[in-house]
């Protein structure tokens, strides 16, 4: 028997007893953290999130394979000392291997003295992609769709200021900032990465970039799934420029050894974003467009054509509550193109989830059907996801 029936057979035998149980387990709100002290304005919080992964590959024309691994295993500590200021740090031990055995996510301190609006300095969310803005435990499928995802074009936590804020009643959002990116040089992608966990070969460089979104029914945060049934709805822009500042290339005109490295100039990135929630269901849409260059003037290789590239990413996702906060059916289409692509890399997906405690305590099952993987035509891959989620 292979693994995916094992696993399905599993895990919709859980599913059932779910369903069975979901009138004896009482529902509870997100939370945020434990606040293990507190006086005054001094306090101190303690969190983290937990998620255990199963992942089943079957590529066209190779051989399947599987793992168990801690997808992400992420404490926090947050806290302050003076009225208005808080700092936090968060780091992540789930991809923990060889020399990396831990990677710094949130490193910062804030300041929200003024009216509305939040000044944070430190290693932060870029406000770009509202995909990726949604945290990891708070999505609807296991893994991000191309729009969220740093390895194509979204930036990650970067490290510099960021400034975010909003109107009276919150039917306007917005965000920028000014912070340090750095760019793995690897041309099958355009990968962003943290400044603070950077590899040795990566390109340094500054961003900029800012995001606004309006609200017309009232303020949706960056949460998918319907769990409220009021009728909720946003559009977004964004933008950003990352140009490289020349400290680290090495790849200018020689690749790396593969052939697959070259050292990148500059990316132009434009999203537009859209939301939906309404009795039960959830619509979430994305486009982002991205404008990359290499240094060197003529590199065809992975996305790159002639030393540049448009990458465009989009999404579509959704999911209906068949079971009110409890069992929800989810499904979603995505897509990429690049300049070099013989064809659209695209990615189709099925699953359902089972909220215990909403995004709190959750089962979650995606099975994903890829076409064209980095652009080649007929290079097709089927995967299975299942996680567990643990956040406290």
């Known amino acids: 028997m ?32 434990i606040t293990v002290y507190k006086k005054d304005d001094k306090y101190v919080k303690l969190g983290g999130r937990i998620q255990l992964q199963y992942h089943y590959k079957d590529p066209d024309g190779g051989d399947s394979s599987d793992k168990v691994f801690f997808r992400r295993f992420r404490p926090y500590i947050e806290g302050s000392l003076h009225k208005d200021w808080k700092g936090k ?33 430190g290693n932060k969310g870029f406000p770009f992609s509202r995909e990726f803005l949604t945290s990891s435990k708070k999505q609807q499928l296991v893994e991000r769709t191309f729009v969220g995802d740093h390895n194509y074009g979204t930036p990650d936590r970067n490290a510099g200021i960021h400034i975010t804020g909003h109107n009276s009643d919150k039917r306007l959002t917005y965000g920028f900032s000014v912070a340090s990116a750095s760019i793995d040089p690897d041309t099958g992608k355009l990968d962003f990465d943290s400044p603070v966990n950077r590899d040795s070969d990566f390109n340094e460089g500054w961003i900029i970039g800012g995001r606004m979104d309006f609200h017309p029914f009232g303020n949706l945060k960056f949460s998918q799934g319907d769990f409220n049934h009021k009728t909720r709805a946003t559009i977004g822009i964004a933008a950003f420029r990352w140009s490289n500042d020349d400290d680290n290339n090495t790849y200018i005109d020689t690749p790396d050894p593969d052939g697959k490295k070259f050292d990148v100039d500059k990316v132009t990135g434009f999203e537009l974003s859209g939301a939906f929630r309404a009795a039960g269901f959830s619509v979430d849409a994305e486009y982002n467009l991205f404008k ?32 009110p906060g409890r069992i929800e059916l989810v499904a979603a289409y995505q897509a990429q193109d690049a300049d070099n692509y013989a064809d659209t890399w695209t990615r189709t997906s099925i699953g359902t989830n089972w909220f215990i405690q909403k995004h709190d305590i959750k089962v979650q099952l995606t099975y994903r059907m890829g076409r064209n993987l980095k652009g080649v035509t007929g290079n097709d891959e089927n995967e299975l996801f299942i996680q567990t989620q643990y956040v406290f």
Do not use: C
């Open 2 to 33: 292979s693994a995916i029936p094992r696993f399905l057979k599993l895990f919709f035998t859980v599913l059932a007893v779910a369903v069975i149980m979901n009138l004896y387990i009482p529902s509870d709100t997100d939370a945020a953290g």
């Open 89 to 121: 740090f968060q780091w992540d031990m789930g991809k923990a291997e060889g020399k990396n055995e831990l990677a710094i996510k949130d490193a910062y301190m804030q300041y929200k003295g003024f009216h509305n609006i939040k000044i944070t300095v």
């Open 292 to 323: 990359a260059d290499t240094v060197a003037a003529n590199v065809t290789s992975g996305i790159y054509k002639n030393g540049s590239t448009d990458l465009k990413n989009y999404s579509i996702e959704g999911g209906y509550m068949m079971v």
